[in-house]
Each structure stands twice: as C-alpha cells, then as structure tokens.
C-alpha cells in the first residue's frame, strides 16, 4: 500500500477548505508489485530518452509542464496521464481517500474520547488525523478480506527512512509498521502522487466557471478512474454532463 497527500494550501477555492489536507492510498495487490516495480523505472527510461533528465512522475509537474516536463508538448504530456490511468484501471487498484480540515477535525474531536495519537502522529493537528483515519480505514479494509500489506508513505510529515511501529496493527500492517520513504527510492510511491492529483485536480475543476478543452480532455482521460475509488461517490460534472467527477471531501 502506497500513500501520499494533496491539496492546495492557501489557494481560495469554493467549497473547499483553504486548510484541507487529504491523504491517498493506493493498494496494490502483491502479485502485480514486482512487474510494477519493473514497468515504472521502464517508463521513466523512455522518458530520458526524449531529453528528461532524472525524470519522476510527479504530477502536477506534469500537468503544468513545469521542470523537466517543459520538454514535452502538451499531447506527450497528456499521454502520461492516459498511460497511468489505463494502468489503475487494468490492474484494479483500490484507492482509499481521508479529509480534514480544521473545522470539521475540531467536530471529530469531539465526537468521542481519542486517544492522544499514533506516534509522532497527533490527533490534535487535522492533518495527522486525516492520516490516522485512513490507516485505520485501509486497516479496516484488509481485514475484511484477511489480507495484509505493507505501508509505505511517502516523506514529508516524517523523513526517509523513519518508520512507525504500532503493534496493534499487526500482522494486518506488517510488523505493524508504517514506513516513510521518498519516491525515487520506492518508486510506486508514484502511483499515489497520480491518484493524489487527480482527486485533487477534479475538485479544483468541479467548481471552475468554464472548462476549457484541455479540461475536458483530461476528464476524459482519468474519469474511468473513478470505479478505483472505494469510499469516494461520483457523481454528474455539472458543466460537462457525459463525465462524472468527485465531490469535496
């Protein structure tokens, strides 16, 4: 299982918390990780071949053609996004989604008598509750099915290389623990940073006036995606009535 986060800090949105924070997780089933492991670094190669230099999948740098990625038209950039969609929907990837911000974390809080946190991950700060509640949700989630993974979040909130260790999550999370690594290292991480994006981007599109044909075009591209999203409905674009798109939160 690979995490990561998104949102757009600051940036005035309708409907959106400028604080939000959401945390993605993407789980792999384990008989694919190994080929994955192989076709990731593959792309990336041929991605050096047209002139990148160190190449990541990061997507917003994609989108924006930032970085490296001002290499490639906007057609070869278009066709990443098709590539990693057509992979989330081949493989069947099962992408958990968890939000907070400060005000709905506060009405939380006060729901019921939580305990202090996770390790180093408080309840007490939004952020690290959006990641408490969706280890918890993933956990859940494999216990259903008697399955285990292991997780790996990608750095940020802790640095490469930490992990947190909670014994109660054993042997669902194995050894019970919750690695941090960065994404060049652990390369599937990416696979997250997409899921991440695409959520994060058609929240931002939900609410944009009038969409442009780009807009439409990457609609188009990611909306099979949505049958990947466990706990997030879908629902009719309002502005462009054949594609569905996800609502806040």
Known sequence: MFIDDTGSPGLGTPGLHTQRKTWIAVVVPPHLVPDLMDQLPDALALLSEL?????????????????????????????????????????????????????????????????????????????????????????AHLNEGNATACVIVDEGRLKSGS????????????????????????RLIQLADFAAYILNRWQ???????????????LRIISSTTECFINVSSRKFRTFQSLRVFPKG
């Open 163 to 186: 992990a947190i260790i909670a014994p109660q999550l054993a042997p669902t999370f194995h050894a019970g623990g919750i690695l941090f690594a960065n994404s060049r290292l652990v």
């Open 51 to 139: 002139g990148l230099k160190d190449p990541e999948f990061h997507f917003a740098d994609i989108w924006a053609g930032k970085g490296e990625y001002k290499k490639l038209d906007l057609q070869q950039r278009l066709a990443i996004f098709r590539c990693m969609s057509e992979i989330f929907v081949t493989c069947r990837f099962k992408v958990f989604v968890q939000t907070f911000d400060p005000e709905n974390a506060s009405v939380v809080r006060g729901q019921a008598n939580w305990p202090e946190g996770l390790g180093p991950l408080k309840c007490s700060n939004h952020e690290d509750l959006a990641l408490i509640f969706l280890l918890s949700r993933v956990h």
């Open 204 to 218: 931002l599109l939900r609410v944009k006036d009038r969409l442009n044909d780009v807009d439409k075009t990457l």
